[in-house]
């Protein structure tokens, strides 16, 4: 019984948010723009531009995928479906222009093949080709700002390196990106290329275009005095560390794995379902509790990463969607 009405509730409330989706889109629609003289960034995008205007050579914006590929691959379809892929996403040959410090959008031309250099490695050198190809700078300005490259490992194993900066795909976009690839390199095999895809009707730039006209006026106050008010008189986090923060960011970082029990697990998803919250809802309660213990502060603030992606026009795409939001709880009481 608790199950009916806890789907039925759901149901009703993705049909709210469709209808709310589908009012916005009414107002104000994402339409494909001129592709004649100057070319929007998106607000994102802007950002980006500035922070690699300070460091030209950082490697920190690299969104980097490597796919170790098993059994018989034929590399010629390889190519030809990532030929189609770029010429498909017009964000894949996306670069930016100075214009008096700010930037523009350039799409170059679909290419008539796209380039896949090929290495043969031994299993002791794939890390460091991998970690090569992953740390290539990257010239906004000149592009191309998506690169692959395949390396031989085996009889019948490949490496396959897709890099691109993320000013133009974010982590979404990855997944966007091999999906498509895959489709498109089955359909390479089959000799009928770009026929499993339907066409995009709308681009990233479209997108932008899109922003710029809905930030404008009016609904621009409205976003500022919100996150003025939500941000008031916000506290830094007085985090205990064992080290000394650099004067400069370095972008060195590193991985920590640890694993938990499937019964834990499975409890913390019970606890979301049961309060009617989302999964990352739960998580950062305990993660702000933990925060709370060490600093002894109780108006927390914390970042996270969204997709973005508010419309269904653009989740097909690849593109620089992601927001870093802030998120502040009070732990009084």
């Known amino acids: 019984m608790t199950t009916s009405i806890e789907a039925k509730r759901r149901a009703l409330l993705e049909l709210q948010l469709r209808r709310q989706h589908a009012e916005r ?26 922070v690699h205007q300070l460091d030209p050579a950082s490697v920190v914006y690299h969104v980097t995928l490597a796919v170790r590929l098993e ?84 009889h019948e194993a490949h490496i396959l390196v897709l890099v691109a900066h993320h000013i133009v795909a974010d982590g979404w976009s990855m997944s966007v990106l091999t999906r498509d690839l895959s489709e498109l390199y089955n359909a390479a095999i089959r000799a009928k290329p770009g026929q499993e895809l339907a066409e995009l009707t709308v681009q990233y730039v479209d997108y932008a275009a899109w922003q710029r006209r809905w930030l404008a006026g009016a609904q621009a106050q409205q976003q500022l005095s919100y996150w003025r008010n939500a941000l008031e008189n916000i506290q830094t986090l007085e985090f205990p560390t064992d080290r000394v923060w650099p004067a400069e960011p370095t972008g060195v970082g590193a991985m920590f794995r640890q694993g938990f029990a499937g019964g834990l697990v499975a409890a913390v998803r019970e606890l979301a ?35 973005g992606r508010t419309r269904t026009e653009v989740e097909p795409l690849i593109g620089y969607f992601a927001q870093t939001l802030v998120l502040r709880t009070s732990l009084a009481g």
Not at 33 to 47: A, D, K, T, V
Not at 90 to 111: C, H, K, M, N, Y
Not at 287 to 299: A, C, E, M, P, S
């Open 25 to 50: 889109a009414g107002l104000d629609p994402l339409t494909a723009i001129p592709r004649e003289g100057q070319l929007p960034c998106s607000y994102q995008q802007e950002g980006l531009w500035f």
């Open 71 to 154: 059994g018989g691959l034929d590399v010629d379809a390889l190519r030809a479906a990532l030929t189609v892929l770029v010429a498909r996403d017009e964000s894949l040959r996306t670069r930016f222009q100075d214009d008096r410090g700010a930037p523009l959008a350039v799409i170059d031309p679909a290419p008539r093949t796209w380039p896949m250099p090929i290495a043969e490695l031994s299993g002791d050198q794939v890390q460091a080709w991998v970690q090569t190809q992953a740390y290539l700078p990257f010239d906004l300005r000149a592009g191309p700002l998506f690169r692959s490259s395949l390396a031989r490992v085996g």
């Open 273 to 307: 379902r049961a309060e009617q919250v989302s999964l990352l809802a739960v998580l950062l309660a305990g993660f702000l509790v933990v925060l709370n213990r060490y600093t002894g502060q109780r108006d927390l603030a914390v970042g996270t990463v969204f997709s």
